[in-house]
């Protein structure tokens, strides 16, 4: 079966992967200059090595991924650092620390319990919000909505959630919890704390970029164009036709949802074709904002975790949410790096870059403190995404893989994975689109 994906982001990838081992003849098609979409890496000539885009984390519960780098032949232990859990801030004004045992759940209820900068009254709450969420298999109300409501009809304190609630929402979700899904970040809770997997609650940083922990692998083997936008779909005798160029008797649209809109508007109309539309329309989308900083040499006197917790309140032009400090992440192939990473980051749009590049690093300075003097800045680059992910709002409709037209699928990190715009949720999203192609399930309106 000859099959086009279009876009080589982790989802496409993924999908043409899964194809490409099954036997299909797979053709990825790609707009830009390399792979690995919104996980890709830039090189500035302010740094010395390339960096990724922006700053990203996987989770121990990313069970396809990893399965996906094991198949693959990446060691996911030599390019991925491995941690349990640990929130916290520069100078221990909140530390959360799970012990390595019991792992999970267990663990982080022992973490809870004996977390720096959290009133027992505050512990108290949140670990019986935790139990009753757990007790209710994981399902929100629909009386609260947004993890605000929620989190007031919890009695949640404002220390919970300023430690706890708020940077878990914006880290996982891109979105503020005024607006945020509390669903989708009660899933995102099921698949780490609820998990019965020892390890679901770690964090994985990779030690290099990202498209090196299996994208450049899988590429190797794929028909891949690069720098080739598809402009136009249209239906032809035995398929699609793409740029009124490539026939293909099936394809898999991996793109963004603003790009999969454009893409189907040249499709025949149908009902099903016009809801799916109506669908696509309604994504909001949420900036990520990452300061690179390169340094003279590692930051080794900063508390030796690789990710720490900064205290964001942008009333006083404080915007950064947490910073990666490689100098503690195993193998990392630059020490000397840090990030700052603002999530949700529209309110820095107003900013000039400088300004907001000054108000990051004043913030470090500030929550670091003399303790820890920061070594000599080398460089910096600051990367704004700004379509970084979706806005994981209550009720917004994901479209599923399959469409109204025969033989077209859909995937990409917005499809109803269940998880907000994370890796893991493209990965399975590609995988779900590659299944339907392969066993041949298609529902047509036409
Ligand atoms: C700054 C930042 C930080 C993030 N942090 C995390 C994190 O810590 N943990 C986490 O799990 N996730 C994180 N994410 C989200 C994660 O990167 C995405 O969920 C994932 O990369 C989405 O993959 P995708 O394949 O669905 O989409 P994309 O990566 O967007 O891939 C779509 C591809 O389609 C291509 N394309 C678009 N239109 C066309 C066209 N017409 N023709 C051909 N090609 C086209 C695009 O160029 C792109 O390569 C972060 C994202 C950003 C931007």
Redesign the pocket.
């Known amino acids: 079966m000859n099959v086009a994906v279009?876009?080589?982001?982790?989802?496409?990838l993924s999908a043409a992967h899964t194809l490409k081992k099954a036997g299909c003849a797979v053709t990825v098609?790609?707009?830009?200059h390399q792979?690995?979409?919104?996980?890709?890496s830039v090189q500035s000539p302010d740094l010395s090595k390339p960096v990724d885009?922006?700053?990203?984390?996987?989770l121990g519960a990313y069970t396809e991924t990893l399965a996906l780098m094991k198949s693959c032949g990446v060691d996911a232990a030599e390019h991925l650092h491995r941690e349990p859990l640990y929130l916290g801030t520069p100078n221990n004004t909140f530390r959360l620390r799970p012990p390595r045992f019991p792992g999970g759940r267990a663990g982080m209820l022992f973490g809870l319990l004996g977390a720096l900068g959290l009133s027992w009254q505050s512990k108290y709450h949140l670990v019986r919000s935790l139990y009753q969420l757990e007790r209710k298999h994981w399902k929100i109300s629909p009386d609260t909505p947004t993890l605000s409501q929620w989190l007031r009809n919890q009695k949640q304190t404002h220390a919970a959630c300023k430690y706890f609630w708020h940077p878990l929402c914006l880290?996982a979700l891109n979105t503020h919890p005024d607006e945020a899904d509390a669903q989708i970040m009660a899933n995102v809770l099921k698949d780490s704390l609820g998990n019965r997997h020892k390890g679901a609650t770690d964090v994985l940083i990779a030690n290099d970029l990202l498209t090196s922990l299996w994208p450049t692998q899988v590429c190797r083997s794929l028909n891949l164009h690069l720098s080739?936008?598809?402009?136009r779909m249209t239906r032809s005798k035995n398929g699609f036709c793409l740029n009124d160029r490539y026939e293909h008797a099936a394809v898999i649209l991996?793109?963004?949802a603003h790009?999969a809109k454009k893409?189907l508007a040249d499709l025949p109309e149908c009902n099903d074709g016009k809801t799916l539309h109506t669908q696509l329309s309604t994504f909001e989308y949420r900036r990520?904002a990452?300061l690179w900083i390169e340094l003279t040499q590692p930051w080794e006197s900063l508390p030796p975790r690789p990710m720490l917790m900064l205290e964001d309140d942008p009333k006083q032009h404080a915007y950064g949410q947490w910073l990666f400090n490689h100098a503690h992440i195993k193998g990392s192939r630059n020490r000397n790096l840090l990030a700052i990473v603002t999530s949700d980051a529209n309110v820095l749009e107003s900013l000039p870059r400088e300004k907001a590049v000054h108000y990051l690093l004043n913030q470090l300075a500030t929550e670091t403190g003399d303790a820890c003097p920061m070594p000599t800045i080398r460089g910096h680059t600051f990367?704004v995404?700004k379509r970084?992910?979706f806005a994981a709002t209550p009720n917004l409709a994901r479209p599923a893989a399959q469409t109204p037209w025969r033989g077209l699928w859909l995937?990409?990190?917005?499809t109803d994975t269940g998880y907000p715009?994370?890796?893991?949720?493209?990965v399975r999203?590609?995988l779900t689109a590659a299944k339907h192609v392969l066993v041949g399930r298609v529902q047509s309106c036409l």
Not at 29 to 32: A, L, P, Q
Request: without cysteine.
């Open positions: 279009i876009g080589a982001g982790w989802a496409g098609y790609e707009s830009g792979p690995g979409g919104r996980a890709r885009n922006g700053q990203h984390i996987l880290a080739t936008p598809i402009r991996a793109t963004s790009s893409l990520i990452t990367v995404e970084a992910t995937a990409g990190d917005w715009a994370v890796l893991e949720g493209a999203s590609g």
